[in-house]
């Protein structure tokens, strides 16, 4: 059981646009700290994709966003391609465990 | 370029020991918070360990506190995990990661492509 819950699947068209949950709670999202996420495609390490709760690295298509409220966070992907077939985890720090990672998210595209 | 390589995972007993090296390069090494993060067979990430710049100051998961100890050595650009008291639940690929931002809001930047560690009779 992860600190951080995320959907176990979510799936899209191409050219469609999904997000991706992150539910944490008062020691960790709801405290303030930041929210990152990673995108692991099969059999490679994982890759930093928003880190800030919102910015994205250089290199990282405009098509990824993040955002976070309360509790919770989201990574939002539009223009779906057959190459964002991958999981996807967030991570984040909570106060009485440190660092936090979300059980993880497997994105099909149809 | 930035590159991190894991290295020493082998096939170990149960109740075994093992060391894990990670060799860094491209960056100023000791700049730098290092972590240790592992990924058990199809299941998701979890952190284990971090060491800040000098060594002074580490942490760890209650899942491996008392049985794992991570180090580096800054003139070599190494980072280390020993691993003591091996038990199965500690089989994973074991990759380490270049942190960033400050300690709570810390996230990976880089990471190795992983050793993996079997512990099994």
């Known amino acids: 059981q992860s600190v951080l819950t995320q959907p176990p699947s979510v799936s899209g068209a191409p050219g469609q646009r999904v997000t991706i949950s992150c539910t944490g709670s008062?020691?960790?999202?709801?405290?303030?700290?930041?929210v990152h996420w990673y995108q692991q495609l099969p059999g490679t390490a994982p890759k930093l994709l928003i880190y800030g709760n919102s910015d994205r690295p250089s290199g990282v298509p405009d098509r990824f966003s993040g955002s976070k409220s309360g509790t919770s966070a989201s990574l939002a992907i539009t223009g779906l391609q057959a190459e964002d077939e991958a999981d996807y985890y967030c991570?984040?720090?909570?106060?009485?465990?440190?660092?936090?990672f979300g059980g993880g998210t497997k994105l099909t595209v149809l | 370029e930035v590159q991190l390589v894991e290295s020493g995972g082998v096939v170990v007993q149960p109740g075994g020991s093992l060391r894990l090296s990670c060799a860094a390069s491209?960056?100023?090494?000791?700049?730098?918070?290092m972590h240790w993060v592992r990924q058990a067979p199809g299941k998701g990430l979890e952190w284990i360990s971090l060491i800040n710049w000098d060594g002074d100051s580490t942490s760890y998961a209650d899942s491996v506190k008392g049985r794992f100890t991570i180090s580096r050595d800054n003139s070599k650009n190494f980072l280390y995990l020993q691993m003591n008291s091996l038990t199965t639940d500690d089989t994973a690929l074991y990759y380490c990661?270049?942190?960033?931002?400050?300690?709570?809001?810390?996230?990976?930047?880089?990471w190795g492509q992983g050793t993996l560690v079997t512990v099994s009779a």
């Open positions: 008062s020691s960790n999202i709801g405290a303030g700290y930041d």
């Open positions: 991570q984040s720090y909570d106060s009485n465990l440190s660092v936090v």
């Open positions: 491209g960056f100023t090494f000791d700049d730098y918070t």
């Open positions: 990661a270049k942190g960033r931002g400050a300690y709570s809001s810390a996230w990976y930047d880089y």
